[in-house]
């Protein structure tokens, strides 16, 4: 039985001109590249008269998807879809991508300080911290492109920036430390959960190889496909909060409206009940 190959990090395969190309990065290029060939496709299917049933189905899954985002964020959903319907796609792939047969199996040993070591030629993409830190950032700097587009500089650093009361200078404090700590928090759910599956597949795989498996994959392609729609509802809330008005003087105007509607309710009831009394 060989011996069991469980690595915490990716592992460079090789370099190209410098840069260290590892097993992750080579299934993340692998991944970006089928993802360019479906786009030239999908769009050479809008020419034709008559799509085909793949592009069918595609445009129900996509439908599906933008009426479920669009029940959290409402209108604004249609401005963030394009960068959401690629993260979840992407997301959900590169986690599927680790569960293909020969990942983490397949690769060549190599003489290391006098030790053998194997690195497996692929890797699942989210499997590696970088990918998804760089997911993290990704939808941190997003959230603060659509905070100024939609706020302004000034009404959105009065977000984190507000002096003119010690609470809200605290509470700004704390929404300032509560923007980095996401990037953090979505960074390593991610990585967390989709690593944990792939160590307890080769686990699994190590002490018993044949069917005790595939119920652990099963479970394991359900993880992928909610580690990627939790990823990517947590960015669109992200993106949503940015976007929305957290001053006192905006607050105080939608209670204003609020109660001028109450107060036109009350009235109109009152009116009612005063004709159907006189009757």
């Avoid at 290391?112 to 690195?119: A, G, L, Q, R, V």
């Avoid at 390593?188 to 018993?208: C, D, K, P, T």
Wanted: aromatic share 18%; hydrophobic share 50%.
């Amino acid at each position: 039985m060989s011996e069991l190959h469980v690595a915490i990090e990716a592992e460079k395969i090789f370099s190209f001109f410098g840069f260290p190309v590892t097993n992750s990065f080579l299934c993340t290029l692998s991944l970006s590249l089928l993802f360019i060939l479906f786009a030239f496709w999908y769009k050479k299917q809008d020419l034709k008269k008559k799509p085909s049933r793949g592009k069918l189905i595609i445009d129900m899954i996509l439908e599906g998807l933008l009426s479920f985002f669009k029940d959290v964020a409402g209108p604004k959903t249609y401005e963030f879809f394009p960068l959401l319907g690629t993260f979840f796609f992407f997301i959900i792939f590169a986690n599927w991508f680790g569960l293909l047969p020969g990942m983490g199996s397949i690769g060549l040993d190599v003489i290391h300080e006098n030790e053998k070591h194997f690195i497996p030629f692929f890797r699942g993409p989210t499997a590696d911290l970088n990918t998804t830190l760089a997911l993290a950032l990704i939808t941190a700097f997003m959230a603060q492109f659509y905070g100024f587009k939609h706020l302004g500089v000034k009404a959105y650093l009065s977000k984190f920036f507000n002096f003119s009361n010690p609470l809200y200078t605290f509470v700004g404090f704390l929404e300032l430390i509560s923007e980095f700590s996401r990037i953090i928090s979505y960074a390593f759910r991610l990585f967390g959960n989709i690593f944990a599956g792939e160590v307890l597949l080769a686990v699994m795989g190590y002490l018993i190889p044949f069917l005790a498996p595939l119920p652990f994959l099963g479970l394991e392609v359900f993880v992928g496909f909610i580690q990627a729609l939790v990823f990517t509802m947590l960015s669109l809330v992200f993106w949503s909060i940015a976007t929305e008005h957290h001053d006192s003087n905006h607050e105080e105007k939608d209670e204003v409206e609020i109660l001028k509607k109450n107060d036109s309710f009350s009235e109109e009831n009152i009116n009612k009940e005063n004709l159907a009394f006189s009757k």
